[in-house]
């Protein structure tokens, strides 16, 4: 018997049953399909990997459909690895099991449930998610290889996922990360309807902002369906901040807490309680005499780390200080000196790794600035000697008698074989990395990035999915040409990718490289990391790096990207300051028809036009996009004439041609969705939605919104769900997605979504009789428009507010309100600024001046009206029929009294209907016809009563039935 077989070589599973429990109630939960993120923290060592993988094992021991996946994250890319455990992931879900096998970390019964499960998942990713196949899907011609070994028989979609492996990458340069996050998602929710899934990501402390953001999309996206993802990482490096930024995952983990509650299983605090528990439960998985005096002294030195503990009974045997009996039972020599032992795990590395020869010691120093993983081969050839003798070695003496490494995997990558170990534990790797000098660390990188540069280079594949491993060895290096070539690499594949954190942090090192260099393409990658910034929306800097690109442009003579830039900082004004928008799509314009570029001329008349028609000026805007249509049409550009479509919906929608408005997005939506294009087609349903006022589109708009965490766009279709609620009768339902609208608006700093959301507030509440909050909303909404400089925004505010003043008897405030008039009228004006000037005249007595104003407005026929259509004019309707009641011209009045009411009703259409049936009352009263007077009093309670269900608040429910009441004659 050899003293080594009978201590524990890891950090046993033991004293764990609390923490199993938990986690075994958290599956419980998923598998019903109530899915949910759990966290497990420890500090370095403290078997948050044990915990895991033996309740993995339990897991999928006791439900023979579980999926259990994991996806690592990496200690030396880090920040810049965009998405690398769920690439991970995927790759495990779609049969790529052999590395993960070898590590591990999955078990062969696992590997075999993915690989025959790689049928369903290569059909759902073709079908669901084939944006996703040359971005997050790691070999794709690997995964095309496995299908063909584990679904061999035909299958349907295949040509597809071959068609699809072989587009050339730049058809995804556009991709967004509101698209990779709508696939993602879709991709495993669809999986979990046909198995339940298990995600573990481990090592979320090294974690990119990218894989972050998309871990708090899941989260929410997946809480009803069958998925627990189970994340590990190590609190003290989470409270860190990454360059005076807080961690990914710090605000993460807190709003998971406050939507779920408890759902951190913190093994520190654990030991903390149960430290002594854990020891003794060590020291019974072997046979030994050690008593009481053993077992505390142990724990006293230990705290019940579950890593020191059992590297210091290694620590100990090896000494001599524990022996074995002629049973077998390991006993405690008299002589043994607690004081004489390492008092911190690093001493026991420290102890162990001095016991190697110094050309082994070299090979593992050597190693260690790979990373936590690294090459065999790679370390060789730094050292000059044979892989094989260092592959005999490293599996001999580093793994199975030092335990410090275990291999991972080989392959080969062209005529390279690639021998892939890993150091046991991270603190070991890390003790051996800072025992280096700074210079010594510098000519290692450099080799070490040299060889592994000319390894990767035979895999066009593998350098693109090594990019970051190469900058950061050129970096430690301080190679700087190498560095600017690759961090430009990755900047641009963090951009493709929707990585755009990943983007600013490769960017901003390919910055340090371009300026030691002076190198001429400094320009242009200020404005890709302004790009980047924007999409992150960090304004100022977005700004500076824009403006920076610019100035070096316009220097340098580049017109091409200071028109780039020009567009850029136009966009990038449009939720501040119009002016300044307006400013720059003139220049942009102006500078591509210097170009001569058609796509690049038809892209600015797009951005000037979108300007102009928010200036007030929708005729001259439908000019500018008539133009761009005819443009990409001759270009053949889908893309495009989509977004040309539905600008061009969007103003005649503001010009007040609704059919031509619902026409044009009708035409635009199907190619959006043929193209992909999530946020315009979002905003294109929001936007038709509020034309039709079909709770269907703006619930799909919402929808996708959320998926691909789009937050102005789920602001704006809220806002008008709002509306569209109200419309439909259910105010209290109105207010509340106003309401949410608004305070997403305020969170994210978008004030023209702020002043839009307060226009339906102060709708629904002067139909309520809430004079006060309406001219509260509108009022702010007002001051917004005015520091925006939303011309369309400022007029339908005033209109709005002179219109409550006017029939709250306030005539020369009303008046004030009005005075400016628009230059331009169109039928949205007519409707915004004639209706409250001839409510004013009739107020003031001039009836048939109140006559004349509305005999000057062109209504479109009636026949055509759709539900918006029917609360823009209805008003004007009920406003005719009230001025000839004042004239007492009854039967034309009743006339268009009962063409409105029938109007609204056709329409289903609530808001604004009970005073109709005031009014309608008031005339058969003046027609002496009691009888259908009442029936009308009778239909405005109707309406008021239906209205009044709605709203939750007590306070505004019972004012406006006493309100309505006090109005009913």
């Known amino acids: 018997m050899t003293s080594a077989e009978n201590l524990p070589d890891s950090p046993s599973f033991v004293a764990r049953e609390t923490e199993l429990t938990r986690l075994q109630g958290y599956l419980a939960q998923a598998v019903d399909g109530n899915g949910r993120v759990i966290f497990v923290t420890g500090e370095a060592g403290a078997g948050k990997t044990t915990l895991v993988t033996e309740f993995a094992r339990q897991a999928q021991q006791n439900n023979g459909e579980l999926l259990f996946v994991v996806g690592n994250c990496n200690a030396q890319t880090g920040r810049g690895d965009p998405y690398l455990p769920f690439r991970e992931v995927l790759g495990l879900l779609t049969g790529d099991v052999d590395e993960k096998l070898a590590q591990g970390a999955i078990t062969a019964e696992g590997a075999q449930r993915l690989q025959k499960f790689v049928k369903i998942s290569g059909e759902a990713l073709v079908e669901i998610g084939p944006l996703l196949i040359s971005t997050l899907l790691p070999g794709v011609g690997s995964f095309i290889g496995r299908i063909s070994v584990f679904a061999a028989d035909k299958l349907g979609w295949l040509d597809k996922l071959k068609n699809l492996a072989n587009k050339p990458e730049i058809e995804h340069t556009e991709l967004s990360q509101e698209q990779i996050f709508a696939q993602y998602t879709a991709i495993l929710k669809t999986l979990s309807t046909r198995q339940p899934l298990l995600l573990w990501l481990d090592d979320l402390h090294w974690v990119d902002p990218d894989s972050a953001a998309l871990l708090f999309q899941l989260g929410r996206a997946l809480e009803h369906n069958s998925v627990l993802i189970i994340g590990t990482y190590r609190q003290e490096d989470v409270a860190l901040l990454h360059g005076g930024e807080p961690h990914p995952m710090a605000n993460i983990v807190n709003e998971f807490k406050r939507y779920w509650g408890d759902i951190q299983i913190d093994l520190d605090q654990a030991r903390a309680g149960s430290g002594r528990d854990f020891v003794d439960a060590l020291l019974d998985t072997f046979p030994n005499q050690l008593g009481e005096d053993f077992r505390q002294a142990l724990f006293n030195h230990t705290g019940g780390h579950p890593l020191f503990t059992v590297e210091l009974l290694h620590d100990l045997q090896e000494r001599g200080d524990l022996q074995p009996d002629r049973n077998g039972h390991w006993f405690a020599v008299p002589a043994l000196d607690w004081r004489l032992l390492p008092a911190r795990?690093?001493?026991?590395?420290?102890?162990?790794?001095?016991?190697?020869?110094?050309?082994?010691?070299?090979?593992?120093?050597?190693?260690?600035?790979?990373?936590?993983?690294?090459?065999?081969?790679?370390?060789?050839?730094?050292?000059?000697?044979?892989?094989?003798?260092?592959?005999?070695?490293?599996?001999?003496?580093?793994?199975?008698?030092?335990?410090?490494?275990?291999?991972?995997?080989?392959?080969?990558?062209?005529?390279?074989?690639?021998?892939?170990?890993?150091?046991?534990?991270?603190?070991?790797?890390?003790?051996?990395?800072?025992?280096?000098?700074?210079?010594?660390?510098?000519?290692?990188?450099?080799?070490?990035?040299?060889?592994?540069?000319?390894?990767?280079?035979?895999?066009?594949?593998?350098?693109?999915?090594?990019?970051?491993?190469?900058?950061?060895?050129?970096?430690?290096?301080?190679?700087?040409?190498?560095?600017?070539?690759?961090?430009?690499?990755?900047?641009?594949?963090?951009?493709?990718?929707?990585?755009?954190q990943t983007a600013v942090d490769q960017f901003t090192v390919a910055l340090?490289?371009?300026?030691?260099?002076?190198?001429?393409?400094?320009?242009?990658?200020?404005?890709?990391?302004?790009?980047?910034?924007?999409?992150?929306?960090?304004?100022?800097?977005?700004?500076?790096?824009?403006?920076?690109?610019?100035?070096?442009?316009?220097?340098?003579?580049?017109?091409?990207?200071?028109?780039?830039?020009?567009?850029?900082?136009?966009?990038?004004?449009?939720?501040?300051?119009?002016?300044?928008?307006?400013?720059?799509?003139?220049?942009?314009?102006?500078?591509?028809?210097?170009?001569?570029?058609?796509?690049?001329?038809?892209?600015?008349?797009?951005?000037?036009?979108?300007?102009v028609m928010n200036k007030g000026e929708p005729a001259k805007a439908l000019t500018y996009h008539q133009e761009a249509l005819g443009i990409f049409k001759e270009l053949d550009d889908p893309r495009?004439?989509?977004?040309?479509?539905?600008?061009?919906?969007?103003?005649?929608?503001?010009?007040?041609?609704?059919?031509?408005?619902?026409?044009?997005?009708?035409?635009?939506?199907?190619?959006?969705?043929?193209?992909?294009?999530?946020?315009?087609?979002?905003?294109?349903?929001?936007?038709?939605?509020?034309?039709?006022?079909?709770?269907?589109?703006?619930?799909?708009?919402?929808?996708?919104?959320?998926?691909?965490?789009?937050?102005?766009?789920?602001?704006?279709?809220?806002?008008?769900?709002?509306?569209?609620?109200?419309?439909?009768?259910?105010?209290?339902?109105?207010?509340?997605?106003?309401?949410?609208?608004?305070?997403?608006?305020?969170?994210?700093?978008?004030?023209?979504?702020?002043?839009?959301?307060?226009?339906?507030?102060?709708?629904?509440?002067?139909?309520?009789?809430?004079?006060?909050?309406?001219?509260?909303?509108?009022?702010?909404?007002?001051?917004?428009?005015?520091?925006?400089?939303?011309?369309?925004?400022?007029?339908?505010?005033?209109?709005?507010?002179?219109?409550?003043?006017?029939?709250?008897?306030?005539?020369?405030?009303?008046?004030?309100?009005?005075?400016?008039?628009?230059?331009?009228?169109?039928?949205?004006?007519?409707?915004?600024?004639?209706?409250?000037?001839?409510?004013?005249?009739?107020?003031?007595?001039?009836?048939?001046?109140?006559?004349?104003?509305?005999?000057?407005?062109?209504?479109?026929?009636?026949?055509?009206?759709?539900?918006?259509?029917?609360?823009?004019?209805?008003?004007?309707?009920?406003?005719?029929?009230?001025?000839?009641?004042?004239?007492?011209?009854?039967?034309?009045?009743?006339?268009?009294?009962?063409?409105?009411?029938?109007?609204?009703?056709?329409?289903?259409?609530?808001?604004?209907?009970?005073?109709?049936?005031?009014?309608?009352s008031q005339l058969y009263l003046q027609m002496n016809d009691l009888v259908r007077a009442n029936d009308a009093v009778q239909a405005a309670r109707d309406v008021i009563s239906a209205i009044s269900a709605t709203l939750d608040d007590d306070t505004l429910r019972t004012a406006f039935r006493q309100r309505a009441e006090a109005r009913i004659p």
């Not at 928008?581 to 102006?590: D, F, I, K, R, S």
């Not at 309406?774 to 209109?799: K, M, P, Y």
């Not at 008897?809 to 000037?837: H, I, N, S, Y």
């Open 640 to 920: 495009g004439t989509a977004a040309t479509l539905d600008l061009l919906a969007m103003t005649n929608g503001q010009y007040g041609d609704f059919p031509i408005t619902a026409a044009y997005y009708e035409q635009a939506i199907p190619i959006l969705r043929e193209l992909n294009e999530q946020k315009t087609l979002a905003s294109s349903l929001t936007n038709l939605a509020s034309f039709t006022l079909d709770i269907t589109q703006i619930q799909e708009a919402i929808s996708i919104a959320r998926e691909i965490r789009w937050r102005s766009g789920e602001a704006y279709a809220l806002n008008n769900l709002g509306f569209i609620l109200a419309a439909k009768g259910d105010y209290g339902g109105g207010l509340t997605a106003a309401n949410q609208g608004l305070a997403l608006a305020r969170e994210i700093g978008h004030r023209l979504w702020q002043c839009a959301c307060h226009v339906p507030l102060g709708e629904i509440y002067h139909d309520l009789l809430a004079e006060q909050q309406a001219r509260d909303h509108l009022e702010e909404g007002l001051r917004l428009a005015q520091e925006v400089g939303s011309h369309f925004f400022i007029n339908f505010n005033r209109g709005l507010l002179a219109s409550i003043c006017v029939q709250t008897g306030q005539l020369d405030e009303a008046d004030a309100l009005l005075v400016e008039l628009p230059d331009r009228p169109t039928m949205m004006t007519d409707f915004v600024w004639a209706k409250p000037v001839a409510e004013l005249a009739l107020a003031r007595g001039e009836a048939d001046r109140a006559l004349l104003i509305l005999d000057g407005i062109q209504l479109p026929d009636p026949a055509v009206w759709n539900g918006r259509m029917t609360t823009f004019f209805g008003p004007l309707l009920l406003l005719r029929g009230k001025i000839l009641l004042s004239l007492n011209q009854l039967a034309e009045a009743e006339h268009y009294l009962q063409k409105a009411i029938q109007l609204y009703e056709q329409s289903g259409i609530k808001l604004g209907l009970w005073p109709m049936y005031l009014v309608l």
């Open 345 to 500: 795990v690093e001493g026991v590395i420290e102890k162990r790794i001095n016991r190697l020869d110094t050309e082994l010691q070299e090979a593992l120093t050597i190693a260690s600035v790979e990373g936590e993983q690294f090459t065999i081969e790679v370390v060789a050839r730094m050292l000059q000697i044979p892989a094989r003798d260092l592959v005999r070695r490293f599996s001999r003496e580093a793994s199975k008698q030092h335990r410090l490494v275990q291999a991972q995997s080989s392959q080969h990558v062209g005529r390279q074989r690639l021998s892939r170990y890993q150091f046991r534990h991270s603190l070991i790797q890390k003790y051996l990395y800072h025992n280096l000098d700074e210079v010594e660390r510098a000519y290692l990188h450099e080799d070490m990035a040299s060889i592994l540069e000319e390894i990767y280079t035979e895999s066009a594949e593998l350098i693109e999915d090594q990019l970051e491993t190469l900058v950061y060895h050129f970096y430690a290096a301080e190679l700087w040409p190498k560095v600017l070539e690759y961090a430009r690499r990755a900047g641009e594949k963090g951009l493709a990718w929707s990585a755009p």
């Open 512 to 611: 340090t490289a371009a300026e030691m260099l002076d190198d001429p393409s400094i320009s242009s990658l200020y404005r890709k990391r302004g790009l980047a910034f924007d999409t992150l929306g960090d304004f100022d800097r977005a700004r500076n790096d824009y403006e920076t690109a610019q100035d070096k442009a316009r220097a340098a003579n580049d017109h091409y990207l200071l028109w780039q830039t020009m567009l850029d900082l136009g966009l990038l004004w449009a939720s501040r300051d119009y002016e300044k928008t307006g400013e720059y799509c003139q220049a942009a314009l102006a500078l591509a028809r210097e170009i001569a570029d058609q796509a690049t001329i038809g892209h600015s008349l797009n951005r000037l036009g979108n300007w």
